[in-house]
Nanobody, 119 residues
Framework: VQLQAFGGGLVQPGGCLRL?????????????MGWYRQAPGKQSELVAW???????NYADSVKGRFTISRDNAKNTVYLQMNSLKPEDTAVYYC??????????????WGQGTLVTVSS
């Protein structure tokens, strides 16, 4: 199983971006899905996650600005980022707890996608 992320880029402060991350492979089901980020010189931070039932959770730093959602039919998780700030600049990684068709549980990570918020 693998995750592939899309959607990073350069945006001005106050702007918006939408990240997406699709899971593929021999998937039986997907539990929690989420997004982490790592800014230069800083530790990794859990930004948002969403349960298999669709309940979202957010870090305080992004509450009210970011929205996480998922499309279970497409095995995809999204992160809508609004009112972006320079401090949101980071490499964003998607993560998912995937149950493979073998019933093995895989903690899967996507490749990072860079989000740069700058004027």
């Amino acid at each position: 199983v693998q995750l592939q992320a899309f959607g990073g880029g350069l945006v001005q402060p106050g702007g918006c971006l939408r990240l997406s991350c699709a899971a593929s492979g021999s998937i039986f089901s997907i539990n929690d899905m989420g997004w982490y980020r790592q800014a230069p010189g800083k530790q990794s931070e859990l930004v948002a996650w969403i349960t298999s039932g669709g309940s979202p959770n957010y870090a305080d730093s992004v509450k009210g600005r970011f929205t996480i959602s998922r499309d279970n039919a497409k095995n995809t998780v999204y992160l809508q980022m609004n009112s972006l700030k320079p401090e949101d600049t980071a490499v964003y990684y998607c993560n998912a707890i995937i149950v493979a068709t073998t019933r093995a549980v895989v903690n899967s990570w996507g490749q990072g996608t860079l989000v740069t918020v700058s004027s």
